[in-house]
């Protein structure tokens, strides 16, 4: 960090105690890149980006009363509303209480419809009555209703969040349909593209060196302050991605969830990151991130390697970011609305109410393509590979959350409650060695 980039940080907070600091999203940002603006250094002071969607590599840390001191030695197991939580790593013994760790990707069985971690961090951040159960080393089972706030210790940590650029996938040479966490049917040749990603709003698309991102820095998560402990697992230098942390006393369970894909359950998660424009180097980063300008792989949904590649503005330039809902053009027989009540990821379809509930709808657009009528409308584009039009049928990410999080993030920021502050350490992507022949 040099001394200009510690210096770009107090001026711009010394403007933001003034009043007359610029603060933007980056989907305002890009806005007037489009039409024709010419940015200089010091005509805007921070941008705010955010990305939303399914993040895999999320997980949540309790510590949470179970009985009296003494009633038990340890936990052997546990469970949180069926969910099956790691105890640990504190064995907190005879002390009554237990430290646990739930993944987002866990489920809690063969119920229907699935319940998994990501679920569960949302009822709790809602303030919803949960059920532990823990069995002790002993043989002794114990059982305890509680909310969030009836605990004194609860963090989301990401292993992996906000990859600078995921990938798009398909089926293409299988003859088999492949189930996969990144669709909600078993994956056809016909059955179109996944895309994952959402573009320019993204934080390190933004900041592709990790100029400004880095150990230490202010991340929010799910809309609460959290802090960027350093890189992610698979990352790697040309494709970074973030290790998070946060307490989840304060998130916002619109921005959580869980996901029931066609290979299990999933969690959604939120990353808003404000990139401080301290010199001409983070100006032009934040200017050339332009969804058109970035590469988006596509690959094969059996082996993952990419052999073909888009760019977001095939995800997100034309086609639209939110979904269209007529009731009135719903069959008379309810079949529409059954279908996609089935289909629906994230169950946001209301059958008896003929509704879709916004606070949950991640405009995926699987109702979009698994119904056959205008009651259920949003384009998602299509994509030429090798020379073949493929229509995008699912999307992970939602861009519309994202491009609320960068309002909410630019506002927290004007308003005094987020400081911009500089980032503590340098982030190093470090690379595994290579597997044995």
Not at 242 to 258: E, I, T, V
Not at 262 to 287: F, H, K, M, R, T
Not at 410 to 417: A, M, R, W
């Amino acid at each position: 960090m040099t001394n200009d980039h510690t210096n770009g940080i107090s001026r711009i907070n010394e403007r933001l105690k003034r009043g007359d600091a610029v603060v933007m999203t980056a989907q305002e940002f890009k806005s007037h890149v489009r039409s024709g603006h010419k940015f200089q250094v010091g005509d805007v002071d921070v941008v705010t980006t955010a990305t939303h969607g399914i993040m895999s590599g999320t997980a949540a840390s309790f510590s949470i009363p179970v009985a009296p001191p003494g009633s038990f030695e340890r936990a052997a197991a546990a469970w949180i509303n069926g969910v099956p939580a790691q105890p640990g790593p504190a064995p907190n013994e005879r002390l009554g209480s237990v430290d646990l760790m739930v993944y987002g990707t866990t489920a809690n069985g063969d119920t229907a419809p699935p319940y998994g971690g990501g679920h569960l961090f949302r009822d709790l951040v809602e303030r919803q009555e949960c059920t532990i159960e823990v069995l002790s080393t002993c043989g002794k089972r114990l059982k305890r209703r509680f909310t969030l706030d009836d605990l004194g210790f609860a963090r989301i940590y990401s292993m992996r969040n906000a990859f600078k650029s995921y990938m798009a996938f398909g089926n293409f040479r299988s003859t088999t349909a492949l189930k996969s966490i990144f669709s909600v049917w078993p994956m056809t040749a016909t059955s179109g593209l996944t895309v994952i990603g959402s573009g320019e709003m993204n934080p390190i698309q933004n900041d592709p060196n990790l100029n400004a991102i880095g150990i230490g820095s202010l991340a929010m998560i799910n809309n609460a302050p959290g802090v960027v402990i350093g890189s992610g697992t698979l990352a790697y230098s040309n494709r970074p991605n973030l290790s998070l942390a946060a307490d989840m006393f304060d998130m916002d369970p619109y921005f959580m969830g869980g996901v029931c894909t066609s290979e299990g359950v999933e969690v959604l998660n939120a990353v808003s990151i404000p990139i401080p424009i301290v010199d001409d180097a983070a100006l032009q980063s934040v200017i050339g991130a332009l969804d058109e300008n970035l590469v988006l792989p596509v690959a094969d949904v059996s082996d993952r390697q990419p052999f073909d590649e888009m760019t977001y503005g095939n995800v997100w330039q034309g086609p639209d970011h939110d979904l269209t809902f007529d009731p009135s053009k719903l069959d008379t027989e309810g079949k529409d609305i059954a279908r996609a009540a089935a289909i629906c990821p994230v169950n946001a379809v209301d059958v008896q109410a003929k509704e879709i509930d916004r606070t949950r709808c991640i405009r995926c657009g699987a109702c979009t393509v698994e119904i056959d009528s205008d009651a259920f409308s949003m384009n998602m584009g299509t994509v030429d590979i090798g020379g073949k039009e493929h229509p995008i049928t699912f999307r992970t990410s939602d861009r519309f959350r994202a491009m609320e999080l960068a309002e909410s993030l630019k506002s927290k920021i004007l308003s005094g409650d987020v400081p911009i502050r500089e980032k503590l350490l340098d982030i190093t992507c470090r690379q595994p060695s290579p597997l044995a022949d």
